[in-house]
């Protein structure tokens, strides 16, 4: 037996006549183990969730966005092989992003359109991994397509059950962003798109305001020209994506500002931190006190 633990049997074994000092011991003990024990468990829970809600809002955003102050990105085929070629960077990728309205038979709701090109997020992207019914694939149209037939949407679950829209159904989907008149005002524009999917990212808020369209679709709707919103870019590792950010914006100058996905989510993952921080004061409080008891014995 080492000397350690013949030092705590010894303590910790009572005589007979102490059997009541022994049974406060034990309860000490347990106390301490129990503390301990609910203070991992709980940070592990707490890690847990802030890593799923972490993987969930990265499922459907990108790690760093690019943008253009005060303007469109009309230029963005140059941008593409600039910010590709930047250490840690694994894809980049145009993307338009607009406030909707969409009109279905049983009501109206509105929305946020999201335009991607679809054979890049096929490739790169994380939202072929999120679609439950339907393709990817059935987005990719010709510019102009809406205006000669119907055009293509894909709904966010949630979204879909709200107005009663199935795959197969016409929605009408509004922009207040529409053409230009002759005198420089602009007039909302209106057009029919087919649902040919639904998708589920595991969060309601996205799920209940999304819908996707290709690019070439909503660069025509939004006219929009051959502009885009930004570009949207995935790294190698999240956790370098300010340093990339840097090195991106390095590269193309003043004209450009980006933001990467701590910023874009800093309320929720501090308010995550926060109250990990929390739990853990209170339970550490636990241990304290049930070390204490032991020290009085």
């Given at each position: 037996?080492s000397?350690?633990?013949?030092i705590a049997?010894?303590y910790?074994?009572?005589?007979?006549?102490?059997?009541?000092i022994s049974?406060?011991?034990?309860?000490s003990?347990?106390?301490?183990?129990?503390?301990?024990a609910?203070?991992?468990?709980?940070?592990?829970?707490?890690?847990?969730?802030?890593e799923?809600w972490?993987?969930?809002?990265l499922g459907?955003n990108?790690?760093?966005?690019v943008?253009?102050?005060?303007?469109?990105l009309?230029?963005?085929?140059?941008i593409l092989?600039?910010?590709?070629?930047?250490k840690?960077?694994?894809?980049a990728?145009?993307f338009i992003y607009?406030?909707v309205m969409v009109?279905?038979?049983?009501g109206?709701?509105?929305?946020?359109?999201?335009?991607?090109d679809?054979?890049?997020?096929a490739?790169?992207g994380?939202?072929?991994r999120?679609?439950?019914?339907?393709?990817?694939?059935?987005?990719?149209a010709e510019?102009?397509?809406?205006r000669?037939?119907?055009?293509?949407?894909?709904?966010?679950?949630?979204?879909?059950?709200?107005?009663?829209?199935v795959?197969?159904d016409v929605?009408?989907?509004i922009?207040?962003?529409g053409?230009?008149?002759?005198?420089?005002?602009?007039v909302?524009q209106?057009?029919?798109?087919?649902?040919?999917?639904?998708?589920?990212?595991?969060?309601?808020?996205y799920d209940?305001?999304?819908?996707?369209?290709?690019?070439?679709q909503a660069?025509d709707f939004?006219?929009?020209?051959?502009g885009?919103?930004g570009i949207e870019?995935?790294?190698?590792?999240?956790?370098a994506?300010?340093?990339?950010?840097?090195?991106?914006?390095?590269?193309?100058?003043?004209?450009?500002?980006?933001?990467?996905w701590?910023?874009?989510?800093?309320?929720?993952?501090?308010?995550?931190?926060?109250?990990?921080f929390a739990?853990f004061?209170i339970l550490?409080?636990?241990?304290?006190?049930?070390a204490?008891?032991?020290?009085?014995?």
């Open positions: 037996m000397f350690e633990i013949f049997w010894r910790f074994k009572a005589k007979r006549k102490q059997a009541f049974l406060i011991t034990i309860i003990l347990a106390g301490v183990a129990v503390g301990v609910a203070l991992i468990v709980v940070l592990a829970v707490m890690s847990g969730v802030q799923t972490k993987e969930k809002i459907v990108s790690h760093i966005v943008l253009r102050y005060g303007q469109s009309k230029d963005y085929k140059k092989p600039v910010v590709q070629e930047v840690g960077v694994v894809s990728e145009p607009s406030q009109s279905a038979t049983s109206a709701s509105g929305a946020i359109l999201r335009a991607v679809p054979v890049l997020a490739k790169f994380h939202l072929s999120s679609i439950i019914s339907g393709r990817l694939a059935d987005l990719a510019p102009g397509t809406y000669k037939k119907t055009g293509t949407i894909i709904f966010g679950q949630e979204l879909a059950r709200t107005l009663g829209v795959p197969g929605v009408k989907v922009s207040p962003l053409r230009i008149t002759p005198l420089g005002g602009r909302p209106a057009g029919d798109f087919k649902v040919v999917g639904l998708f589920k990212s595991g969060m309601y808020e209940s305001t999304l819908v996707y369209m290709s690019l070439s660069q939004l006219s929009l020209g051959s885009v919103t870019v995935q790294v190698k590792d999240i956790y994506a300010n340093k990339v950010k840097k090195n991106i914006l390095s590269r193309l100058g003043e004209k450009y500002w980006a933001r990467d701590m910023e874009m989510n800093r309320n929720l993952f501090w308010a995550l931190k926060l109250e990990k739990m004061i550490t409080l636990i241990v304290l006190v049930a204490f008891n032991m020290s009085r014995l």
